[in-house]
């Protein structure tokens, strides 16, 4: 290998110094290596099992489950948000701390690099990560197992517009535990914090509806509850969708701001 295939030229100037290369590097994390059909195969696992297991239940038996165009959206949607949520906390744990202490972000950012372009590359390439592997593929592969099981399709615009709500929801998770990764120099305090507020936001909601409207704690219900055949369900009581959208993507861009900000002052 040759020196000019190791060191990749930074053309880019002021905040956005080495943000390219730095892209790369963390998407190649996630698609460079074999790894990633790992992470595929065990987020299938993860979210379409259980879909999987009410279609064969009510294929051998129909009258068991009711019907199962009202549970599966929400198996998927409000169980599987979640745990797409909770992947987004585990798997960015590590994206700011673990280079703080290992010493790789001071030896990065002693190259043409700027702060700003190190937090970015990896709040993109994490979304990016989490919407292709956790989320989209798997939401493909929901729509074909609701079409197999329920004997019929989703609406695809409504699906696309709940689609939307989790990947808000998940990079939600993902800029708060960016930020988190700025505050404190251990993981504990950062996975804690981040899977507490979720988890937090379960009891929340019930006690303080209104909580859900200024958080993203009700998203996944919102998503479920957007399709016509879970309308008389829980989706019936839920609020618009607007209001805990919009406060859950200002709420991602706060955090942002405050990683970049907490980031750019810290002594490495």
């Not at 919407?131 to 099981?149: E, P, S």
């Amino acid at each position: 290998m040759t020196a000019e295939t190791i060191l990749q030229p930074v053309r880019e100037r002021g905040w956005r110094n080495g943000f390219n290369n730095l892209l790369d590097k963390e998407c190649s994390l996630w698609f460079g290596s074999r790894a990633w059909w790992r992470r595929l195969v065990t987020w299938l696992f993860i979210t379409n099992t259980m879909p999987l297991l009410i279609g064969l239940q009510a294929r051998s038996d129909p009258s068991s489950l009711g019907d199962i165009s009202q549970v599966m959206p929400t198996l998927f949607f409000v169980v599987g948000g979640m745990a797409i949520a909770g992947g987004a906390v585990v798997l960015s744990q590590d994206a700011v701390i673990g280079e703080r202490q290992s010493g790789t972000a001071a030896w990065v950012l002693s190259k043409p690099a700027s702060r700003t372009a190190f937090i970015l590359s990896k709040f993109i390439a994490n979304t990016l990560g989490l919407w292709t592997i956790a989320l989209l593929a798997q939401a493909a592969v929901f729509y074909a197992q609701y079409a197999l099981w329920a004997g019929q399709t989703l609406p695809l615009g409504t699906s696309l517009a709940a689609i939307g709500l989790l990947a808000a929801n998940s990079v939600f998770y993902v800029a708060l535990t960016i930020m988190l990764g700025t505050i404190y120099s251990n993981r504990g305090p950062v996975i804690g914090i981040g899977l507490g507020f979720m988890f937090v936001g379960q009891v929340m909601t019930r006690w303080a509806p209104k909580s859900g409207l200024v958080t993203p704690w009700k998203l996944g219900e919102i998503a479920a509850g957007l399709f016509p055949s879970t309308q008389t369900g829980p989706g019936a009581s839920l609020p618009e969708p607007f209001l805990p959208l919009a406060f859950t993507l200002a709420w991602t861009v706060l955090f942002m701001a405050v990683a970049l900000r907490l980031f750019s002052r810290q002594e490495l």
